[in-house]
């Protein structure tokens, strides 16, 4: 399903730290030629990571909370490379599924809007020039299907909610974006087998392939929708 074309000098950030469908994204990209930075808070055990992956794949220091935190690491992108071809937002936290709407955990919502949706709406804001600067860039916002209200249920009301939220965002970027040659689109990798999902979870490879598919799609294929493996997925 990945391209299997050549991205030699191309580059691409993947946050979301040491994770596995992080880890395998990297990996899938490095392969196809991208220099891939890992945004992790520690830059010690990202760089860890990254030296199983292969030499084309580093840490970078991001951290999604702090205010400045996207600005400063897309500070550091442009010094280095004047661009950025693809952009994978995997940052997130707190999948509350004890969590009732009317018996919430409060501050693991609050935690969890302000890392899921707002640090995903500066990541975006702080990346959109360079992903501009490219005339080619992706926008991949990696969004579970809990967040779609297709298939919404009770049970992790903060994680979901804000999800659903960072999917309008995605919509609205996807528009405001079109014009600079930027195509933004929503993958779910399933529910795959990740800290969060063993052991029921599916193996990690296909899912990061869906999201390395929505990360090198040609000049004319689709933005502004959601997909799981390629094939669309309702909102």
Known sequence: MTSKANHSGK???????????????????????????????????????????????????????????????????????????????????????????????????????????????????AFAPLLSASRHGRLVVVSPEGGSPASMDSGAPAYSTGRATLNALTRILAAELRGAGVLVNAVSPDWVETDMARPSGRPVAPGAAGIVWAATLPDDGPTGGFFRDGKRLPW
């Open 11 to 125: 580059v691409a950030l993947v946050t979301g730290g040491n994770r596995r469908i992080v880890l395998e994204t990297g990996r899938l990209l490095a392969a196809l030629g991208f220099t891939v930075l890992i945004g992790i808070r520690d830059v010690a055990k990202g760089e860890a990571a990254a030296k199983k992956l292969g030499s084309n794949v580093e840490a970078i220091a991001l951290d999604v909370t702090l205010p400045e935190g996207p600005a400063v690491a897309a500070a550091e992108v442009e010094r280095r490379f004047r661009r950025l071809d693809v952009f994978v937002n995997n940052a997130a936290i707190h999948y509350d599924l004890s969590a009732r709407a009317l018996r919430p955990h409060r501050t693991v919502g609050r935690k969890a809007f302000e890392t899921n949706v707002v640090g995903a709406w500066r990541v975006a804001f």
